[in-house]
């Protein structure tokens, strides 16, 4: 018997944007802007940094095994009852776990092509078979990825909004498309950017319709910038949270965590200027690509992704865009290898990256 199995050494791991550091390292540059990872451009809360810096002195102690004050938090801001609601290392990390709790080894699991990836890493680290569908017009085909449903399927894996196209599937869409789920089939829905697209009424807000076989997915990640803690959470029925209890690292999420989750959500002024400033900043860049003749895809999130003629091409582009300093982030590996995508930044890294675009394009 092989001590990795087949399944572990195909995987190919997950390809994150590349580290300012790195960059610097390489070529000396003084300024680097990157651009590459959906990041909040402002930083952390205040709040929560304030919240996180004092919890700093009690980290000794291990925190809430079932992070009971966020979760009650969460379940008050949201008009849920606690048991629909969990919290754990990143919505990244829910994923891993609801691929561990939920599954066998004989069972399936669907999503989309040019989405977010992790889901796929994770299937395929679970050992089981994934199947996608492709993307039509660089938008979920819901219909295409409801045909693929067999006996053998348990998860479906959506994100809305999508990364890397940063565009949404609409409440009709949604809708039509769970009447051909069969409520045996988890569906995963990944809300990671959902504060950036509740301005448009299409959005399905899935908290609007509580599905007993859906999860819906949140992350403190991006509107609230606490990327680098790693804290996301969840609404589901309360028999798929208790289990998902069960399996769930006992202390995960940190205390920090904990702490910085609960003091961002009372940081309104914050998320304000985080959804004011990425307004702006994708108006702007979409008048930068119209500019210079970039097709791009519209979108509801903090990035827009643009589209080239090659992966030749993007391969280019990236390249002497790092050489500028600035980092955006190539999608091969998201499986659409000729389209880069771009979040956006603060007003003076945005137009810093116009430069740089204008003068190497
Ligand atoms: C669709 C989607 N889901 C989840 C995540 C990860 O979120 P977290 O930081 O909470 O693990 C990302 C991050 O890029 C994402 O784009």
Redesign the pocket.
Known sequence: MPLVPQHIKNLKPYQAGKPIDELRRELGLKKIVKLA??ENPLGVSPLSLCAMREAMSEVSRYPSPDSHDLRQKLARRYDVNIKNVFAAH????IISLIMRTFLLDDEEAITSDGS?V?FNIQAQSRGIQLKTAPLKNYRYDLPAIADRITHKTKVIYL?NPN?PTGNIFTVPEFRAFMEKVPPRVLVIL?E??FEFATDDPAYPDSMQYRLDNVITLR?F?KAYGL?GV?I?YGFAHSDLIENLMKVKLTFEPSYPAQVGAIAAMDDQDFLDKTLWLNRHGREFLYQLFDRLGIEYITSQTNFVTIILDSEERVNTLYEKLLRQGVIVRPLKSFGLPNCIRVSTGLEEENAFFAKALERVI
């Not at 990143?90 to 990390?93: I, L, P």
């Open positions: 990872s959906n990143g919505s990244e990390g977010f992790t994100a990364n990944d990671a950017y992350t990640s990327a790693r996301g």
